[in-house]
């Protein structure tokens, strides 16, 4: 059964920071390289950040040097630490294996503001 819980968004002020968190079930996490994902308001979703079980991480242009993904493999929980975040950063955010899988949870909002 594929299960995806995120969690960690808000409402944060441009420049501020937050840390996205996402428990997978086992058969999803322990083997698979994962990634943050989001959508933003009318656009498609886009794959944000990732990284494999050994820790190899890659990430979008927009976000590099930003963003930090990281998991803990014992608990098969995803992070990802966002800062000096952006208006553009607004979206929901989900976890997902990467390539994704066609279950998504219900994903997490992020909302820059001022």
């Known amino acids: 059964q594929v299960q995806l819980v995120e969690s960690g968004g808000g409402l944060v002020q441009p420049g501020g920071s937050l840390r996205l968190s996402c428990v997978a079930s086992g058969s999803i996490f322990s083997l698979n390289t994962m990634g943050w994902y989001r959508q933003a308001p009318g656009k498609v979703r886009e794959l944000v950040a990732q990284?494999?079980?050994?820790?190899?991480?890659n990430y979008a242009t927009s976000v590099k040097g930003r963003f930090t993904i990281s998991r803990d493999n014992n608990k098969n929980t995803l992070y990802l630490q966002m800062n000096i975040l952006k208006p553009d950063d607004t979206a929901v955010y989900y976890c997902?294996?990467?390539?994704?899988?066609?279950?998504w949870g219900q994903g997490t909002q992020v909302t820059v503001s001022s």
């Open positions: 997902n294996r990467y390539p994704s899988l066609p279950t």
């Open positions: 990284i494999t079980r050994g820790g190899t991480t």
